[in-house]
């Protein structure tokens, strides 16, 4: 048994009391920095999820932008092929030189876009950025050498579009 004995119910000590008042008084303390960090939290939270909406909104203006800016760029390109397909009729040959310099404009549209057009023909074969469409003996050419494309790659390093679709030298 313990030598303390319980002080007996409804008797009150003057040192009770305030012991009982420091504890409220602590208590109600602590329940109130409870709160306020709670308040602050969640106003943290809204902070957040507000901060959140703000930046989708104006990445989809910045993304509604750059669409509008590209689109804009290519209606040159589109112009120049419904010139060349009105004087196709009249003049069926000059369609040939009205492709020729459509094209020209689309490819230097990608350049300036930051993809340029790769010329692979000659060069060894690398599977990051040719994709082998087949192969075939060329007297000409050392096996593994891209002798022909199919498809053109455009970018480079990270920022390729696309492989090149080539024929590839082998042995005879």
Do not use: C
Not at 57 to 67: A, D, I, P, S, T
Not at 92 to 119: K, N, T, W, Y
Not at 150 to 161: C, F, N, P, R
């Amino acid at each position: 048994m313990s030598s303390e004995q319980p002080e007996p119910t409804g008797a009150t000590s003057p040192a009770g009391d305030a012991g009982a008042g420091t504890d409220q008084a602590d208590r109600a303390a602590l329940e109130a920095r409870v709160a306020e960090l709670t308040d602050q939290r969640l106003r943290a939270l809204a902070e957040l999820d507000n901060a959140r909406k703000r930046y989708d909104r104006e990445l989809g203006q910045v993304r509604e932008q750059e669409r509008i800016r590209v689109t804009r760029e290519w209606l040159p390109v589109l112009d120049n092929l419904e010139r060349a397909l009105a004087h196709a009729g009249a003049h069926p040959e000059s369609i040939v030189g009205g492709l020729e310099a459509v094209s020209g404009q689309a490819v230097e549209l990608v350049r300036r876009l930051g993809f340029p057009r790769q010329d692979d023909l000659g060069e060894r074969f690398d599977p990051s950025r040719h994709e082998a469409a087949g192969s075939r003996p060329d007297a000409d050419a050392p096996p593994g050498t891209v002798v022909e494309v199919l498809q053109s790659a455009y970018g480079t390093g990270d920022q390729q579009l696309r492989p090149a679709l080539v024929i590839v030298a082998k042995d005879d």
